[in-house]
């Protein structure tokens, strides 16, 4: 909403007018101009912002499943957040990778081609030593990676990758595999450096060592599923796994279910001078008249009502009545 004129700015702007200070057409003119925006047809930016919001909720229940997962393969503490999700070229998220890094190349099955799983050097570390016995910690002086560490790192990873499964299953069914393990960022090029890919950063921090881990998504491909990045996709997909068959199978694992029920054969009060006195053959007298009906407990709740009585040489009770629970 524009600035309210006072009275005496309004009898200037019409003397302005009257006197041809100010053209009427040239403001028009002014106003009627496009606004230029500068784009880059090299670095073309595919994604959308809808397409980056559903990429970062997919990856916020990613993150929460690493959490849960490395806090107790590790019986540490590990926190994992999304940090940013950003669209790039590939040529820059390949020039920002020091090294030596991890770089796990990943089939993204069913969709063609491959992304890249990147582990920050302090995270890696920190993750092997806390495996083999130690208190996490990274080292102080950064080398490169031996063969036992690369394959502890590689079991950890596959592990991972099989709880991205989750994350993605209102979208397509995904099935991602583990190629290979680089460490040098030369030697995994898997796309043209000038093509879109979706930067999901998480920060990492496990015990005392902070790092990052980062996705590499290249637009290329999970472009035959784009479609399906956008919220409203997402969110009406969600609605549709509340079915009907769904419903049964929570039921039915609902009934069985195994709670403990028990029947009350009576009850009463006594002082607790009168318990001490109590002595081998006393009789307590119930508040349960003989001929009455018992209580019935499912879990601390009185469910049914019944007799007592004997069935096949044991002690049973016949329920008589159902009795019904107000829900509050």
């Known amino acids: 909403m524009?600035?309210?004129?006072?009275?005496?700015?309004?009898?200037?702007?019409?003397?302005?007018?009257?006197?041809?200070?100010?053209d009427v057409q040239q403001m028009q003119d002014?106003?009627?101009?496009?606004?230029?925006?500068?784009?880059?047809?090299?670095?073309?930016?595919?994604f959308a912002k809808d397409h980056i919001k559903t990429l970062h909720i997919i990856n916020d229940t990613y993150a929460r499943l690493i959490t849960n997962f490395l806090s107790g393969y590790l019986r540490n503490l590990v926190q994992v957040d999304v940090l940013e999700v950003q669209p790039m070229?590939?040529?820059?998220?390949?020039?920002?990778?020091?090294?030596?890094?991890?770089?796990?190349?990943?089939?993204?099955?069913?969709?063609?081609?491959?992304?890249?799983?990147?582990?920050?050097?302090?995270?890696?570390?920190?993750?092997?030593d806390r495996i083999l016995g130690g208190k996490g910690s990274s080292l102080?002086?950064?080398?490169?990676?031996?063969?036992?560490?690369?394959?502890?790192?590689e079991r950890i990873i596959i592990q991972m990758l099989n709880l991205m499964r989750e994350p993605w299953e209102n979208v397509l069914e995904l099935r991602p595999r583990?190629?290979?393990?680089?460490?040098?960022?030369?030697?995994?090029?898997?796309?043209?450096?000038?093509?879109?890919?979706?930067?999901?950063?998480?920060?990492?921090?496990?015990g005392e060592e902070d790092g990052f881990i980062n996705i590499c998504i290249p637009y290329i491909v999970v472009?035959?599923?784009?479609?399906?990045?956008?919220?409203?996709?997402?969110?009406?997909n969600i609605e549709k796994t509340s079915t009907k068959e769904t419903k049964e199978d929570i039921e039915n694992k609902i009934q069985n279910v195994k709670v403990p029920v028990r029947?009350?054969?009576?009850?009463?009060?006594?002082?607790?001078?009168?318990?001490?006195?109590?002595?081998?053959?006393?009789?307590?007298?119930?508040?349960?008249?003989?001929?009455?009906?018992?209580?019935?407990?499912?879990?601390?709740?009185?469910?049914?009502?019944?007799?007592p009585g004997v069935r096949k040489n044991k002690v049973a009770i016949k329920i008589t009545s159902i009795v019904e629970t107000e829900v509050e």
């Open 2 to 22: 524009g600035d309210i004129l006072s009275q005496s700015e309004i009898d200037e702007l019409l003397k302005a007018l009257n006197t041809g200070e100010i």
């Open 30 to 46: 002014k106003d009627q101009q496009k606004k230029i925006k500068v784009y880059d047809f090299s670095r073309a930016n595919k």
């Open 89 to 128: 070229s590939y040529y820059d998220f390949s020039n920002s990778i020091a090294n030596p890094a991890i770089l796990a190349i990943i089939d993204f099955n069913p969709l063609a081609g491959s992304i890249i799983f990147e582990m920050d050097p302090n995270i890696s570390f920190a993750l092997v």
């Open 140 to 153: 102080e002086k950064v080398r490169g990676f031996t063969e036992i560490e690369l394959a502890i790192i």
């Open 178 to 206: 583990l190629e290979k393990i680089e460490t040098n960022a030369q030697f995994a090029q898997i796309i043209s450096p000038n093509e879109t890919v979706a930067l999901i950063t998480l920060r990492t921090k496990v």
């Open 223 to 236: 472009e035959p599923i784009v479609s399906k990045l956008s919220t409203r996709y997402w969110f009406s």
């Open 263 to 307: 029947a009350v054969l009576g009850s009463t009060s006594l002082s607790l001078g009168d318990i001490i006195e109590l002595q081998a053959g006393d009789v307590i007298p119930l508040e349960t008249s003989v001929n009455g009906e018992l209580k019935v407990m499912v879990g601390d709740l009185e469910k049914f009502k019944a007799i």
